[in-house]
């Protein structure tokens, strides 16, 4: 029987975890490997409650034992990604974010039927967006844009002026993630392994990464200001790269209102939009996409607010002081 799991580097409120962990245990994981960038007792505890799931507590001694804290998030991720490939149970791992989901028809047949000559699968990416007509109440409500496919530049015709902020029309990566083959060898990266022209890949065809490019409008922008505030931060923001404009947009807004109005143009689709774009084939669905009844079958002791008010709440007391610091955003 083929098995799979996920490794995740994970620092992000305790209602996006125990949902990322429900939703793929639910899916068939028999490993959902998190480690946890900010230490949290409570929620390893929680977590582990359903027998899929290994926890580390990525800590001071955590660190020490493998050559130090990087202070770069995606090196940490290089560092826990190639852990969890070496040490693994199952056939198959996806080194995935916490605010990626994997979405699909047939996994573990697709999975199984897969010829012993590949070692990697890639997962297609699909981006959340919102409909334009009402703010979102939950953290998962919305539909997925595809990335726009064709020549380099043809999202500059969809979306004119607000191109130069997206990369295929999508205001996140466009690479999607993949499926390792354990034991092949690899050296894992973050969207697929180190020295990936010369692996022989095959694209999924049941299978989706769902990716949720901020989890509410709040987390969107703050997320991007997080980048702002880095030391290197400057340097980047002079490279024509779609998300340094993003960035660079935002840095030049005074008020939250103008920051908001700016996000909002680049994640939601008014009706006539949406039917457009759906009749090209660039909006989807997710069916069986559901993280309230994965929850509810996972953990079921367990009340999990999926509101966006609540998870806001918990990213301001979270990164407070950042939230203050960066004087554009309310810190309360």
Avoid at 21 to 33: D, F, K, Q, T, V
Avoid at 170 to 190: E, N, P, Y
Avoid at 236 to 256: G, S
Avoid at 302 to 320: H, Y
């Amino acid at each position: 029987m083929t098995s799979w799991g996920t490794v995740t580097l994970a620092d992000e409120p305790s209602a996006l975890l125990m949902a990322f962990a429900a939703h793929h245990a639910r899916l068939g994981a028999s490993e959902i490997h998190i480690y946890l960038d900010r230490p949290n007792t409570a929620l390893a505890a929680a977590l582990s409650k359903h027998p899929a799931l290994r926890i580390t507590q990525c800590d001071d001694a955590f660190w020490r034992a493998h050559g130090g804290r990087a202070q770069l998030q995606t090196k940490r991720q290089d560092v826990i990604a190639n852990l969890a490939y070496d040490k693994a149970g199952v056939d198959w791992l996806a080194h995935i974010d916490a605010d990626e989901f994997i979405s699909a028809r047939a996994l573990k047949s697709e999975l199984a039927a897969m010829p012993a000559s590949i070692p990697c699968i890639r997962l297609p990416v699909r981006e959340r967006a919102w409909g334009a007509g009402a703010e979102p109440s939950d953290i998962f409500d919305g539909f997925f844009r595809v990335p726009v496919p064709g020549k380099l530049g043809l999202d500059r015709h969809f979306l004119k002026h607000l191109g130069r902020f997206t990369q295929r029309g999508v205001t996140g990566h466009t690479r999607g993630k993949t499926f390792a083959r354990r034991g092949a060898g690899l050296r894992l990266s973050i969207h697929s392994p180190y020295d990936a022209e010369d692996i022989p890949f095959l694209e999924s065809q049941s299978m989706r990464l769902l990716h949720f490019d901020g989890l509410t409008p709040f987390h969107w922008l703050l997320k991007r200001l997080r980048y702002a505030s880095l030391p290197h931060a400057d340097e980047k923001l002079h490279a024509d790269n779609y998300r340094w404009n993003q960035i660079a947009a935002l840095r030049e807004f005074a008020t939250v209102w103008e920051a908001r109005r700016f996000q909002r143009r680049l994640t939601t689709l008014n009706a006539e939009r949406e039917m457009q774009f759906r009749a090209l084939g660039l909006v989807e669905d997710a069916p069986g996409f559901d993280p309230e009844r994965a929850l509810s079958a996972v953990y079921p002791d367990q009340q999990i607010d999926l509101s966006v008010e609540a998870f806001d709440e918990a990213l301001r007391t979270r990164d407070k002081d950042l939230v203050a610091a960066l004087g554009l955003l309310p810190a309360s």
